[in-house]
Nanobody, 126 residues
Framework: QVHLVESGGGVVQAGDSLRLSCVAS????????MAWFRQAPGKDREFVAI????????YYSDSVKGRFAISKDNAENTVYLQMNSLKSEDTADYYC???????????????????WGQGTQVTVSS
């Protein structure tokens, strides 16, 4: 497994931007498919974005498509989530996740990922 630490969350206004970072250690980062999930209070954890091992392929949930961008820097062992045009409904704890396999790259779920970070909180006020 890989150890993941997220950062970059905070309190912003609707329409603002934030960039989340997730630094990995303990395993070969370039071998992992990486993803971001989020969990709002009282709701299940939901998929946000996923990126392939080399970073060339990405996929997004419909709720963030066109506003969020996931990227992966294998030299820095870091995956990013650039969040633009934030809305109040984006308020949640954001988690990065890693796995060596891509069994469900275009329909990812929580159970597909073996490693998780501790989360970073994003609050968007309207």
């Amino acid at each position: 497994q890989v150890h993941l630490v997220e950062s970059g969350g905070g309190v912003v206004q609707a329409g603002d931007s934030l960039r989340l970072s997730c630094v990995a250690s303990g395993s070969t980062f370039s071998r992992h498919i990486m993803a971001w999930f989020r969990q709002a209070p009282g709701k299940d954890r939901e998929f946000v974005a996923i990126i392939s091992r080399g970073g060339g392929t990405t996929y997004y949930s419909d709720s963030v498509k066109g506003r969020f961008a996931i990227s992966k820097d294998n030299a820095e062992n870091t995956v990013y989530l650039q969040m633009n045009s934030l809305k109040s409904e984006d308020t949640a704890d954001y988690y990065c996740a890693a796995d060596l396999n891509a069994n469900n790259f275009y329909d990812p779920s929580v159970r597909d990922f073996a490693s998780w970070g501790q989360g970073t909180q994003v609050t968007v006020s309207s």
